[in-house]
């Protein structure tokens, strides 16, 4: 079965900073990628999908950006910082029954 | 917008109670699915029901679907404290098995 990781856990960061979160998949190949964003108490906002090596779309207009270089690696990243964009952010792939998703553990970043 | 929505937001029972869940959604579904999420956790799937369908069961999870309404319920019978969760619903109906998720009902047992 599949398995995700994720990295960091939790991650501190001041307005203005760079972002690399990094989601690693195992257990199956070409799967779709997605990224989520979870504010507190709410419920989940889809990012970006990927279904391929290098092809990234983007569901809402937003500071962060994504990329897949590799069949099992998604990478969302950003050059700058805002303080709206902490919140907790998972990371998930289809299965072998492809509509369910798997989720890794996700990242917990807050920007101060 | 696909977004569904839970009902209640917030939900306490006690041990051994049955609970009941419910989501509404906008727009026609592939399949309705449910989630659950442990405080500060990934989500893990717990049950998929297509669009044909109208109930289905899994151990003590039942889920019913109506597609006229555009509505699904998730019941969990017998509940245990362990169960305590958030539970979301999500609905599939565009490309590339994207879900749209609700705001999720917060369930909390008591022992």
């Known amino acids: 079965s599949q398995t995700i990781h994720q990295w960091p856990a939790t991650l501190v960061q001041p307005v203005g900073s760079p972002l690399s979160l990094e989601c690693t998949v195992e257990?199956?190949?070409?799967?779709?990628l997605y990224w989520y964003r979870q504010a507190a108490g709410r419920g989940l906002q889809l990012l970006f999908y990927?279904?391929?090596?290098?092809?990234i779309s983007s569901e809402v207009p937003q500071n962060l950006s994504a990329s897949r270089p590799q069949d099992r690696q998604f990478i969302l990243s950003s050059k700058k910082l805002l303080l709206s964009d902490s919140g907790f952010y998972l990371c998930?792939?289809?299965?072998?029954?492809?509509?369910?998703?798997?989720f890794g553990p996700g990242t917990r970043l807050l920007v101060l | 917008s696909q977004q569904g929505e839970e009902d209640p937001q917030a939900l306490s029972i006690q041990e051994g109670e049955n609970a009941t869940m419910n989501c509404s959604y906008k727009t026609s579904i592939n399949n309705l699915q449910w989630y659950r999420q442990n405080s500060g956790r990934g989500l893990v799937h717990l049950i998929l029901i297509r669009s044909n369908e109208r109930e289905k069961h899994s151990g003590r999870l039942r889920v019913t679907l109506d597609t006229s309404k555009k509505s699904s319920s998730l019941l969990i019978t017998a509940s245990r404290a362990a169960d305590t969760a958030s539970y979301f619903c999500a609905n599939s109906g565009g490309s590339n098995y994207k879900l749209t998720f609700g705001k999720g009902t917060l369930l909390t047992v008591n022992p």
């Open positions: 998930a792939c289809t299965g072998g029954e492809e509509e369910t998703q798997y």
């Open positions: 990927s279904v391929g090596i290098g092809q």
């Open positions: 257990g199956t190949s070409n799967p779709n």
